[in-house]
């Protein structure tokens, strides 16, 4: 991965992160290890202090794949909450790991598990937890 911004993540989304990664399915592993790494180098910090800015689990992001020149709106959800989130993307998606921790204007290139790479850009985040004062969702 040649371009890996500086991430943010909430201390809470991390604990549960970590849970999702420890019981990863084999299917899983690629992402779950990737997800890992990211975790390792993120700045974990308490809900109350994350920046408005920042991609944290529930958000609605607007991120454009710059590979495939295609923007889009998703929210970044736990994989149990696929079903109920219309335009949810899971954080145990390749794309969804990615995003997470990023800030607005932060463009990451992500490898695949086909062996590809994705350049994604965080262009808004349309709606953020955090920011609504919804700590512990």
């Known amino acids: 991965m040649s371009s890996r911004p500086t991430i943010i993540i909430n201390r809470l989304d991390a604990e549960r992160l970590q849970r ?7 299917k899983d592993l690629f992402v779950a290890d990737a997800l ?3 975790l390792e180098r993120g700045e974990v910090i308490d809900p109350e202090e ?5 991609v944290s689990m529930n958000s609605r992001i607007q991120f ?14 736990y994989p149990h909450s696929l079903a ?3 335009d949810g993307i899971s954080v145990m998606a390749p794309v969804g790991a990615a995003l997470i921790g990023l800030r607005v204007g932060d ?8 062996g590809h790479q994705v350049s994604l850009r965080v262009d808004a985040i349309l709606w953020q937890p955090e920011r609504e004062k919804q700590f512990h969702r």
């Open 20 to 26: 999702l990664i420890d019981d990863a399915s084999d």
């Open 36 to 38: 890992e790494e990211e």
């Open 50 to 54: 994350i920046p408005d800015d920042v």
């Open 64 to 77: 454009t794949d710059l590979t495939r020149n295609r923007q889009m709106i998703r929210t970044l959800v």
């Open 84 to 86: 109920t989130t219309e």
């Open 107 to 114: 463009v990451i290139d992500w490898n695949l598990p086909d």
